[in-house]
């Protein structure tokens, strides 16, 4: 009997891939069975590869898989269900909990129940309204010992992600979010003296995390706190593989609080462990790749304003003892008006060139990662459209319209209205740039559309006058014609008057440089409210987007 069942081939669920380690494997199906037992109750990443390779072992040997041993191969199955293949996680675990019912493991079933509700698209309040049975299910099995402490505490966390991920919709966001915090921490006490037990180990270490998402908009040092506890509890007991999301939060806490180098610091660690027995998936190695990029740009950002600031100062130091200089002689002496010009000289460019370069070698990275047939979507399309702005922001046109051109049709099957925006805005201009102001008018267009409906008139109504602007620079003259997709004629929201000073660009695509309106419109995959987090591990903040573009939820089946 093999644990993959019909359900899996029937959802397109990717084969167990052999994962690492697999030199130093035993031979003998008890064995590999007990080693997917083990791997299963530490939560490693490799127990779905583990549970495989011991059910066809078995299958050889003339056994098979006990029912409670199917389950949890089904469970692992449904845990590496990412990207692509999340939709089949919700009927595995179905499936998962049915068999533990058979196996008469009561508290797994629950927590498979559980998980299945979590997987689900975009739980609400229905959901969140049986996790909560299912929460007072699994406290009465403890009681009973019909479940475990580990059991219990992984279905009371995972009712706590449904409700962090509904914060935005509660009457007062602020309230239950100190609410929930307040249950959080009670769960850790309920936990804490359970640690030595591997499977309470992991889930304290993602209750911790969980618990600093939700304090990082109104406590940063406390959520930091909470995130660096949540990254040892996970490296207790020897858990070597990688905590990408805890790595993620905490880097982006620190961002968030202007410690860019050590969140930088963080982020290299993770994408280089000292220890590890699992590679990190290339979804994640992606997610870091892209944060770790976006740190580095703040990072230089941050270390130019310091500079400036810095010659400023020094500029007035410099002009004030000139004065003085002058006041008490018949003529100023010459050094001090050559160290301030020596201070007001530009900065040197070798640091921007490194730090540019160094993102542009992450972003690449990342889009490495997010390619193949079981690659996140999401991640995939933003990772090209960095790139290609990348490239677009140092004129390599033509390489930067093949990366966009691949990333929006992402963004159209996500259903991101603002990554979608941003695309085609900057495809248009590259298309521009490269002598195709007709092209270039009619992605502004259906940018144009796409934003209307925002909250916020601005974006749509700046891209409807960038596309008339660019239409001219065809030889058109009036609003833009109609086009299919947007609507209707594109020139309601323009301000009559918008000349080529104003928007830039020449006839031919000779334009003077990417139009600066590019850099003001909203990002992808932007949190739609304060305690969600996006691509990037970053917590809060809402845009014009927010009414339209779903945010990114922390991963609800760990």
Do not use: N
């Not at 049986?130 to 580990?150: K, N, P």
């Not at 180990?201 to 995130?227: C, S």
């Amino acid at each position: 009997m093999s644990s993959r069942s019909p359900d899996e081939f029937r959802l397109g669920v990717r084969p167990y891939d052999r994962g690492a380690g697999t030199g130093d494997e035993p031979e003998d199906p008890h064995e590999l069975l007990h080693r997917a037992r083990r791997l299963t109750v530490h939560g490693h990443p490799g127990a779905g590869s583990a549970w495989e390779r011991a059910a066809t072992a078995l299958r050889r040997a003339g056994g098979a898989l006990t029912p409670g041993d199917h389950a949890d191969a089904l469970d692992a199955t449904a845990l590496d269900c990412r990207g692509a293949a999340r939709p089949a996680a919700g009927p595995l675990f179905f499936r998962a909990a049915d068999l533990h019912e058979r196996a008469g493991q009561r508290g797994k079933a629950l927590v498979s129940r559980a998980r299945a509700l979590v997987a689900g698209p975009g739980p609400g309040a229905t959901a969140c309204a049986r996790l909560a049975e299912l929460c007072e299910r699994a406290s009465a099995l403890h009681r009973v010992g019909q479940a475990g402490a580990a059991e219990t505490a992984t279905v009371r966390l995972l009712h706590g992600r449904i409700r962090a991920d509904l914060l935005g919709t509660a009457p007062d966001p602020a309230a239950e979010a100190a609410a929930l915090r307040e249950d959080l921490a009670r769960l850790i006490a309920f936990a804490a003296p359970h640690r030595a037990d591997p499977a309470v180990a992991r889930v304290l270490a993602d209750t911790r995390a969980l618990l600093g998402r939700i304090t990082a908009p109104d406590d940063p040092a406390a959520a930091e706190a909470q995130l660096r506890a949540a990254l040892d509890d996970h490296r207790a007991g020897g858990r070597t593989w990688p905590a990408t999301e805890h790595h993620l939060l905490l880097s982006a806490v620190l961002r968030a609080t202007g410690a860019h180098e050590e969140a930088a610091a963080v982020l290299r660690a993770a994408l280089v462990p000292q220890v590890t027995d699992t590679p990190l998936r290339a979804a994640d190695r992606a997610r870091l790749c892209l944060a770790l990029a976006r740190t580095v740009a703040g990072s230089g950002e941050q270390g130019r304003t310091a500079r400036s600031a810095e010659k400023a100062a020094g500029a007035a130091e410099a002009e004030g003892a000139a004065e003085a200089a002058a006041e008490t002689a018949a003529a100023p002496e010459e050094e001090p008006a050559e160290e301030r010009e020596e201070l007001m000289k530009p900065e040197e460019p070798e640091e921007t060139a490194q730090e540019d370069g160094e993102r542009l070698a992450l972003l690449a990275e990342a889009v490495r990662h997010t390619e193949g047939p079981a690659r996140d979507v999401r991640v995939g399309a933003l990772a090209r459209l960095l790139l290609g702005v990348a490239h677009a922001e140092r004129g390599g046109w033509d390489r930067a319209l093949a990366l966009l051109e691949q990333a929006l049709p992402g963004f159209q099957d996500d259903g991101d209205t603002a990554g979608r925006v941003r695309t085609r805005a900057w495809l248009a201009e590259c298309l521009l740039h490269l002598g195709e102001p007709g092209r270039a008018a009619r992605e502004y267009a259906l940018a144009a559309a796409a934003a209307r409906p925002w909250g916020d008139p601005r974006p749509g109504a700046a891209l409807t006058r960038r596309a008339e602007h660019v239409l001219g620079l065809a030889g058109t003259r009036g609003p833009v014609p109609e086009i299919p997709g947007t609507g209707g004629t594109v020139y309601a929201d323009a301000k009559a008057g918008t000349g080529p000073s104003a928007e830039g660009g020449a006839p031919g695509g000779g334009a003077r440089g990417a139009w600066p309106g590019l850099r003001a419109l909203p990002e992808p995959f932007g949190p739609p409210e304060r305690y969600q987090v996006d691509v990037y591990g970053e917590v809060g903040g809402a845009g014009p987007q927010a009414a339209t573009a779903p945010g990114t939820r922390v991963q609800g089946c760990e």
